[in-house]
Structures are given as C-alpha cells and as structure tokens.
C-alpha cells in the first residue's frame, strides 16, 4: 500500500539544560562505554538475524571531484531489517536512518522509535553508517591511513556522507525492485541534521524527513554561542537552586583547592581519581564538565544505558545528592555524589581513571568534523549526542522542550 504523509517533519529540540557558566572550550569530551539495554539485547541474540542483518555496499570515496582517487571505493556498512516489510509490490515504506558520527550499531541499538512504528506502516527499516565511522572506512578499511592527513580526512564530510546516502538508498531499492516505495529518512542530532538536510538535497530521493533534536540552523552568528550551555544550566538550575550555585562554584573552589598545600591528594581522594601522571584540576574539571553535560543530554524520563546507565530523571537525581544532608556542607564531596550518578550509578567502579582515551563507539572522526568548520567549533560536537537518540521517548518528550 502507498504511504500517505507528504512531509518534511523536523522537530527541532534543545534539551532542557543551561549556563554552568564555565568556558566551553572546542575538545570533544571522552564518551565512555554504554550498554545495550537489556531488551535489545535479547532481541539480537534471539536469532541470528533478530534485530538486523549486516549488509556492505561498494561506495564510491569521492562524489564530486574528478580526482586521481576519486573513483576509488570503500565498503560501506549498513543494517537491514524487513520483519514488518509489506514488500515492493505493495510499494510499502522505506525507513532509513541516517547515521551518526559513530557506530552504526550503537545508534541503531538505541533507535526503538523506528523498530516501534515499522509495524504501522509495514517498513523496511535500513541503518546507513557514516563514512570513516565504524566499520565504513576508506582506504582499505585502515584507520590509520583513513585518518593520516588532510588529503584523506578531507573525504570525511557530511557532503559526502548525504551523497553515499542517496547512492545507497537508489541502489537498494533497485536491487528490491522497491523504486516505487517511498523512503522517509530519520536521524538525531547529527543524524537529525543529515536527514533534514537529505531531505532538501535529495528530495527525488526522500518524501520526508525526522529530524529530532537536529541544530539545523545552529552556527557562528544565527544563534548565541552560548546558548547550548544556558539550556544546559537552565536544567540543573530548575531542579534546584542550591544545586546550580555549587556547580556553579565548583570551578573556584576546584582550583582553590589544587592550590593549597596537599590539594591535589585531597581532590585525588574525594573524587576516587585512580593514579594519573596527568591528573590536575583542569583534568578533573573536564571530567565533572562531562558528566554535567551528558548527563543533561540524556535527562530521560526512564532508566537508560545509552551513555552510561542512568536512573530515570538523572539531573534530578544528580541535584538530589548535592542537596543531601549526608555530605554535610562538605561541597567537594557533594559534586562526587552527583558526578558518580553519572559514571558509577552500577556503583561497580572503585576508582576512575581520567586518562582513559578508548573509543569504544568509534567516534574518532569527530573531532575533524567539529574542526572543519569554524562555525561549529563551540556547539555542535556537544549536541551530537544528544538526548533524543532514544527514540522510544519521543512521546513523553524526554524534557528536552
């Protein structure tokens, strides 16, 4: 059957979070390993095709240009389901997700919207990896080639990324012999702003596009450089007062402690840090930026695990422990309490290491793209993952209005 929504539907969040008033300097924060949740998990070890089946497509590594390499190819991965597929000759929908900075398994790990309304409208849902992420990597699927130089690098660009999209979706749909199945593309973030952005450039391509918490319009001199920060503080600070004065104060009080005579041990002790040669307040403070911010990018109303696993409404939970009378008036162990919601709610870890560099979901392209342009430099790597990726909480608006 046809699918009947003609639509561009962009749905344009910034999480409900704002100013710490800390500088928020242009360095992607380390994202630490997150779990399946326990219901996909099953799902895909149910069966060997229970959640997706990974499929690769020969993509050419230069769209544009006429190049010596231009027409060389990489294997692009992307996964498949057609559970709920209604078929070509039923011109049944085509959803496909339009793949973040990362791997395509995390995301589609974490995407229940679309597993959730696939049986609705009868979908094939396809999950497209972004170039150099994952397991899509040019030049012979080595890194650290891939990674070299400008001259690689410079093939790493959500251009391109938009262009390998198109080409896939066209060839698949041939190969199914679906070229009159409508495609409908979503995305979060990142992904939110390749889909709402696909969809304008491929409009003979895509009928429509979700874009959920995609910054679309959000560069250098069209919004306020501080206003990802703001939301961020604004969300602690309506949880309660006295929690936002002491993260607020905590900078100060940070580096007026690693000054005093055996400062550094005393932070060392009180925030469980494991033995670092590089450890110093700037490190410590990076580390307490982090859980602040991702923690308010996945303020969800339920338990999640898609970052690090979580208690439902963590910012609250994150307040209340600085609130709590156990610590006393003892404000650097109140910010502990509240970052080890973050990276200890399991309470597994008995000490955390801040020079732990892993790259567990293969971000590491990301930093280039944040780079690449000037206008993104101070806002966009942070919204990347943002706290719409779990879809299945589209409904209760995951307080990110």
Request: hydrophobic share 40%; with cysteine.
């Amino acid at each position: 059957m046809a699918i009947g929504f003609q639509f561009i539907l962009t749905l344009f969040s910034l999480f409900s979070v704002p100013s710490l008033t800390f500088a928020f300097a242009p360095i992607l924060p380390r994202f630490p390993s997150s779990a399946v949740s326990a219901e996909l998990k099953q799902r895909s070890h149910s069966s060997q095709n229970g959640l997706y089946r990974t499929k690769f497509f020969t993509q050419i590594l230069d769209h544009f240009n006429f190049n010596p390499q231009s027409n060389h190819t990489f294997q692009q991965r992307y996964l498949i389901n057609d559970t709920f597929w209604g078929g070509a000759k039923n011109n049944a929908p085509i959803f496909v997700y339009t793949g973040n900075e990362g791997n395509i398994e995390w995301f589609t790990q974490n995407t229940g919207f679309m597993f959730e309304n696939a049986p609705s409208f009868q979908a094939l849902l396809v999950f497209i990896e972004h170039r150099f992420y994952g397991k899509s990597i040019p030049f012979g699927g080595n890194k650290t080639v891939a990674y070299a130089n400008t001259s690689t690098l410079g093939y790493l660009s959500s251009t391109q990324a938009l262009a390998d999209y198109a080409a896939l979706i066209i060839d698949l749909k041939k190969n199914l012999s679906a070229t009159d199945s409508p495609v409908v593309v979503f995305g979060g973030s990142y992904g939110g702003m390749l889909a709402a952005w696909f969809r304008m450039k491929y409009p003979h391509v895509a009928i429509g596009a979700l874009a959920s918490s995609a910054p679309i319009l959000h560069f250098m001199g069209m919004v306020s450089p501080d206003i990802f920060i703001s939301i961020i503080t604004q969300d602690f600070r309506s949880e309660s007062e006295n929690c936002y004065k002491v993260i607020k104060g905590s900078w100060d009080l940070i580096d007026d402690t690693a000054n005093k005579p055996g400062g550094m041990e005393l932070l060392r002790k009180t925030f469980r840090i494991c033995k670092s040669d590089d450890f110093g307040p700037d490190s410590l403070e990076g580390w307490l930026r982090a859980a602040w911010i991702y923690t308010a990018m996945t303020d969800y109303p339920t338990p999640s695990n898609f970052l690090n696993p979580l208690p439902a409404y963590p910012v609250k939970k994150m307040c209340e422990a600085i609130d709590s009378s156990v610590t006393g008036n003892n404000r650097l162990a109140k910010l502990y309490a509240a970052a080890n919601v973050y990276y200890n709610y399991t309470g597994k870890a008995t000490c955390f290491d801040l020079d732990d560099n892993s790259d567990p979901h293969d971000l590491g392209g990301w930093q280039w793209q944040v780079n690449l342009s000037h206008s993104w430099s101070n806002i966009i790597f942070s919204i990347s993952i943002s706290c719409v990726f779990n879809f299945n909480l589209i409904k209760t608006y995951m307080r990110c209005n």
